[in-house]
């Protein structure tokens, strides 16, 4: 990558090198096993002129999100957040019986089914076939298309313009950051609303969050650079609230320009932090490599010892992030036996690069491991609850983000 993909700069220094991994949601069939597995360069770099942090577009998203195997669905909290972003935002823009709703990368309707449920007219631009099918299953209308400016006029010409377009966890998935603002703003009401949930780049430096950095996200926002990135396709940051989600994540509230009018305070607060941690020169980056190196040597040493001791160590999850952890640490199945997952389509599959099986989750329950390797380490308060029943015999949860830590359940 020679050229930062918002402002064309060619200054782009190097925030932390992963090595190469196969891309992280590419899992395997078993009939896959013993066939050639591309493996890609994991490289985060960040431009020193509008402070975009990304990586190369190496992959595709066509590659990557026509047939997908995350359902948002089988994520009890992520669902409980997307009915209380639904009720939230239907006050706070003021959705009416003849309101428009568009969320763009819509899944399987994880969200729309609550506008659904409100009777306010809907739609989703879900480009991954399969999942896109399950949301119209599930009765919410879903266009399988990507969004650009073409596809955004489309959708204004046919059903008219939105008074809320949504994009939850998107905005890091799509190379053409300014053709897909553009798409954006085609959507939107010239009166109307964007909100966007996104990542937040100061979370990720300082919580050791490095496993979130994999092919399907091209870059990674501070407040400031996402000002910056909205402003190309004709949007203003009007407001921003911090989430706890995905391990700390900004959602970003904005209008077509002319409407837009001053930013709220909390905009100018978040931006002081960010400005306060470094995130705007080279300084608030350099450590940050080295703080990956220890979460990998922990975890490796953690997982060794207990082999040596005979304690069995197994996963739980197969999620994107983990597959950078996995693929990062070089972990295999002689240290992590197998992970599980309760999304169905990964069963019998195998986590890429790492080719470690993905069972049941019942799996659990019947072999009584000493320890459970929490790869979705941002679900941690769901996660403890949903295996408080590993405590009967004994067992123990580890999370390896933002440090190694054990912790004892109670039942």
Same mark, same amino acid.
């Given at each position: 990558?020679?050229?930062?993909?918002?402002?064309?700069?060619?200054?782009?220094?190097?925030? /932390?090198?992963?090595?190469?991994?196969?891309?992280?949601?590419?899992?395997?069939?078993?009939?896959?096993?013993?066939?050639?597995?591309?493996?890609?360069?994991?490289?985060?770099?960040?431009?020193?002129?509008?402070?975009?942090?990304?990586?190369?577009?190496?992959?595709?998203?066509?590659?990557?999100?026509?047939?997908?195997?995350?359902?948002?669905?089988?994520?009890?909290?992520?669902?409980?957040?997307?009915?209380?972003?639904?009720?939230?935002?239907?006050?706070?823009?003021?959705?009416?019986?003849?309101?428009?709703?568009?969320?763009?990368?819509?899944?399987?309707?994880?969200?729309?089914?609550?506008?659904?449920?409100?009777?306010?007219?809907?739609?989703?631009?879900?480009?991954?076939?399969?999942?896109?099918?399950?949301?119209?299953?599930?009765?919410?209308?879903?266009?399988?298309?990507?969004?650009?400016?073409?596809?955004?006029?489309? /959708?204004?010409?046919?059903?008219?313009?939105?008074?809320?377009?949504?994009?939850?966890?998107?905005?890091? &998935?799509?190379?053409?950051?300014?053709?897909?603002?553009?798409?954006?703003?085609?959507?939107?009401?010239?009166?109307?609303?964007?909100?966007?949930?996104?990542?937040?780049?100061?979370?990720?430096?300082?919580?050791?969050?490095?496993?979130?950095?994999?092919?399907?996200?091209?870059?990674?926002?501070?407040?400031?650079?996402?000002?910056?990135?909205?402003?190309?396709?004709?949007?203003?940051?009007?407001?921003?609230?911090?989430?706890?989600? &995905?391990?700390?994540?900004?959602?970003?509230?904005?209008?077509?320009?002319?409407?837009?009018?001053?930013?709220?305070?909390?905009?100018?607060?978040?931006?002081?932090?960010?400005?306060?941690?470094?995130?705007?020169?080279?300084?608030?980056?350099?450590?940050?490599?080295?703080?990956?190196?220890?979460?990998?040597?922990?975890?490796?040493?953690?997982? =060794?010892?207990?082999?040596?001791?005979?304690?069995?160590?197994?996963?739980?999850?197969?999620?994107?992030?983990?597959?950078?952890?996995?693929?990062?640490?070089? =972990?295999?199945?002689?240290?992590?036996?197998?992970?599980?997952?309760?999304?169905?389509?990964? &069963?019998?599959?195998?986590?890429?690069?790492?080719?470690?099986?993905?069972?049941?989750?019942?799996?659990?329950?019947?072999?009584?491991?000493?320890?459970?390797? /929490?790869?979705?380490?941002?679900?941690?308060?769901?996660?403890?609850?949903?295996?408080?029943?590993?405590?009967?015999?004994?067992?123990?949860?580890?999370?390896?983000?933002?440090?190694?830590?054990?912790?004892? /359940?109670?039942?």
């Amino acid at each position: 990558m020679t050229r930062c993909r918002l402002c064309g700069s060619a200054a782009l220094a190097s925030v /932390v090198d992963l090595g190469a991994t196969p891309p992280c949601e590419s899992f395997l069939a078993a009939d896959q096993l013993d066939q050639p597995e591309p493996a890609y360069p994991l490289h985060l770099q960040v431009c020193t002129e509008c402070w975009l942090a990304q990586i190369p577009p190496l992959i595709t998203p066509e590659e990557t999100f026509k047939e997908y195997a995350y359902f948002s669905s089988y994520s009890t909290s992520w669902v409980e957040h997307a009915r209380t972003f639904v009720a939230d935002a239907a006050q706070r823009v003021g959705l009416g019986p003849d309101a428009f709703v568009v969320e763009v990368a819509s899944n399987d309707g994880y969200l729309l089914r609550h506008v659904v449920d409100r009777g306010i007219r809907c739609l989703g631009i879900e480009p991954s076939v399969n999942v896109g099918a399950a949301a119209r299953e599930a009765g919410v209308p879903t266009l399988t298309e990507f969004l650009d400016p073409a596809t955004g006029s489309a /959708v204004r010409a046919e059903h008219g313009p939105a008074d809320l377009v949504v994009a939850n966890n998107v905005y890091a &998935h799509i190379p053409d950051v300014v053709g897909f603002t553009q798409g954006l703003r085609a959507l939107v009401a010239d009166d109307g609303w964007v909100s966007i949930e996104v990542q937040h780049l100061l979370t990720l430096i300082e919580e050791n969050q490095y496993d979130t950095i994999y092919h399907e996200h091209f870059q990674y926002y501070t407040v400031a650079s996402a000002t910056r990135a909205l402003a190309s396709g004709g949007l203003a940051l009007v407001d921003v609230e911090l989430l706890p989600t &995905h391990g700390g994540s900004i959602r970003l509230w904005a209008r077509p320009t002319d409407v837009a009018g001053e930013p709220s305070r909390q905009v100018a607060d978040v931006l002081a932090r960010e400005k306060a941690a470094g995130l705007q020169e080279l300084s608030g980056y350099t450590e940050f490599s080295a703080r990956v190196a220890k979460v990998r040597r922990d975890l490796l040493r953690f997982l =060794i010892d207990a082999a040596e001791r005979g304690e069995t160590v197994v996963g739980y999850g197969a999620p994107g992030k983990g597959n950078t952890l996995l693929n990062h640490c070089g =972990i295999r199945p002689d240290l992590l036996p197998y992970t599980v997952d309760r999304n169905p389509y990964k &069963h019998g599959r195998f986590t890429p690069g790492t080719r470690i099986p993905i069972l049941p989750p019942e799996q659990i329950a019947a072999d009584k491991p000493d320890y459970v390797l /929490v790869l979705p380490w941002n679900l941690r308060a769901e996660l403890v609850e949903q295996l408080s029943f590993i405590h009967d015999w004994g067992g123990r949860l580890v999370f390896p983000i933002p440090e190694l830590s054990i912790v004892e /359940v109670k039942s």
